[in-house]
């Protein structure tokens, strides 16, 4: 079992910047792929950025050169900064842990609230 525990979320203006954080409990972070996907009301939820064990990245198209994900291997944590935010962003985001050999072994995050408004 992996608990993954997001932070960072909140209100910000559009435009703004936010930064997104999520600490991973496993001594194996770097077999997984680490991801985070977002859920606006009423929607799917939807990939927003990944990244592979090697540090391959790929992002939705809609945030591609506004967000950038990263990982940390030595300290178990994945980071999604978020700039040139927009309304649309606004969303519950949530972090994933997907193994890299076995891709039905996953896990989420609790979520956690981007509100983009003036």
């Known amino acids: 079992q992996v608990q993954l525990v997001e932070s960072g979320g909140g209100l910000v203006q559009p435009g703004g910047s936010l930064r997104l954080s999520c600490a991973a409990s496993t001594s194996l972070f770097s077999i997984y792929t680490m991801g985070w996907y977002r859920q606006a009301p009423g929607k799917q939820r939807e990939l927003v950025a990944a990244?592979?064990?090697?540090?391959?990245?790929n992002y939705l198209d809609s945030v591609k050169d506004r967000f950038t994900i990263s990982r940390d291997n030595g300290k178990n944590t994945v980071v999604l900064q978020m700039n040139s935010l927009k309304p649309e962003d606004t969303a519950v985001y949530f972090c994933?842990?997907?193994?890299?050999?076995?891709?039905?072994?996953?896990?989420w995050g609790q979520g956690t609230q981007v509100t983009v408004s003036s």
């Open positions: 990244i592979s064990r090697g540090g391959s990245t």
């Open positions: 994933n842990a997907q193994h890299t050999l076995v891709p039905e072994i996953n896990f």
